[in-house]
């Protein structure tokens, strides 16, 4: 059983940046491939970045390809999400999820172990 905590999220301004952080415990962190989503209020929750077991490979949602960069640190069971340039567009609850199988990692319904969540509001 693998436990996902994420932290960072917060009030910015429209421009700014803010780094996401997501604590793993429980599992063998460095055989999953780890994922964030987002939820906005009254939206379905969506694809943001996966990254897979190594870092090696990378995918993002088009709506954030430029801006996010997410990575792993697999000594310390830790994967980030680097967010610039944020927009007003990105506020939603950020999720963390783990799985085992890369393929298909911009579907949620393969992840077998998510986080609670962290806020992240970017004001205009």
């Known amino acids: 059983q693998v436990q996902l905590v994420e932290s960072g999220g917060g009030l910015v301004q429209a421009g700014e940046s803010r780094r996401l952080s997501c604590a793993a415990s429980?599992?063998?962190?460095?055989?999953?491939?780890m994922g964030w989503f987002r939820q906005a209020p009254g939206k379905e929750r969506e694809f943001v970045a996966a990254?897979?077991?190594?870092?090696?490979?990378?995918s993002y949602a088009d709506s954030v390809k430029g801006r996010f960069t997410i990575s792993r640190h697999n000594a310390k069971n830790a994967v980030y999400l680097q967010m610039n340039s944020l927009k007003p567009e990105d506020t939603a609850v950020y999720y963390c999820?783990?799985?085992?199988?890369?393929?298909?990692?911009?579907?949620?319904?393969?992840?077998?172990?998510w986080g609670q969540g962290t806020q992240v509001t970017v004001s205009s």
């Open positions: 990254i897979n077991w190594s870092g090696g490979s990378t």
């Open positions: 999820a783990a799985r085992r199988d890369y393929s298909g990692s911009d579907e949620p319904g393969g992840y077998a172990y």
């Open positions: 429980g599992g063998t962190f460095s055989i999953y491939t």
